[in-house]
């Protein structure tokens, strides 16, 4: 996480390098506009909102991406999470799908769908 942007705990230090060259990523932001992701392991705690649907979870962080004149186009969230819903093979009826109802293995795919839709290398 403290590479990501967040520091936990006392004492952290260390240098940050990405293709040789040093980098700073004191906030998540800094993070992604260096091309790094965080898929955590704990998609229950910090990966995922397990109350919300699928689409809403792969689209969270980037509704920028679906917004036109600051509001979501829910026709272009649905069709983004169904392209990943399909390519990543999540087992689900619809994108509409609660995310705490899916198995642990596919709640980690919404979370990998998130982070590939977020494109953090580009």
């Known amino acids: 996480m403290s590479v990501f942007g967040h520091s936990y705990g006392v ?6 390098i990405k293709d040789g060259e040093p980098i700073q990523a004191r906030t998540v932001a800094e993070a ?3 091309g790094i992701a965080y898929a955590t392991e704990d998609r229950k705690r910090y990966g995922l909102n397990l109350i919300d649907e699928i689409k809403r979870n792969v689209s969270a ?7 036109r004149h600051g509001w979501v186009d ?7 999470a169904e392209g990943f819903r399909r390519s990543m093979n999540i087992k689900a009826p619809t994108v509409a799908s609660v995310t705490g109802k899916l198995s642990g293995g ?11 839709f977020i ?3 580009g």
Request: hydrophobic share 35%.
């Open 11 to 16: 004492g952290i230090s260390g240098r940050l």
């Open 61 to 67: 962080a980037r509704l920028h991406k679906l917004a």
């Open 119 to 121: 494109d953090p290398t």
């Open 32 to 34: 992604i506009g260096h």
């Open 106 to 116: 596919n709640q980690q795919k919404v979370v990998l769908s998130k982070w590939i």
């Open 74 to 80: 829910d026709n272009e969230e649905y069709r983004v």
